[in-house]
């Protein structure tokens, strides 16, 4: 099972970042999909998830609007584009796969890719 992700870097408040997953090794598209952060000092929270047709998608509060969560089972990818972004986006975002729900955490993690908002 492998999860990378790719797509973090530092941005201008107000900017864009395309975050992508890449999966390989598992069913993909057999599984939930979520995209979750971690800031400095607080604990890790999901961003994003979508179910394995993408017939259900959901956000968290401060993503609703500005994120938009997308997944390619012929790629075995999701995606996360974020527009608008604030300094307190500023995390590392992580790739998860599994679970029973968009809000449970699933069984496989990416490394891990960081966001800075700042200007």
Request: charged share 15%.
């Amino acid at each position: 099972v492998q999860l990378v992700e790719s797509g973090g870097g530092v941005v201008q408040p107000g900017g864009s970042l395309r975050l992508s997953c890449a999966a390989s090794g598992f069913a993909f598209s057999e599984y939930i999909a979520r995209w979750s952060r971690q800031a400095p000092g607080k604990e890790r929270e999901v961003v994003a998830g979508i179910s394995q047709t993408g017939g259900v998608i959901a956000y968290n509060d401060f993503a609703l609007g500005r994120f938009t969560i997308s997944r390619d089972n012929a790629k075995s990818s999701v995606d996360l584009q974020m527009n608008s972004l604030k300094p307190e986006d500023t995390a590392v975002y992580f790739c998860n796969i599994g679970g029973s729900g968009i809000w449970d955490n699933g069984d496989y993690w990416g490394q891990g890719t960081q966001v800075t908002v700042a200007s």
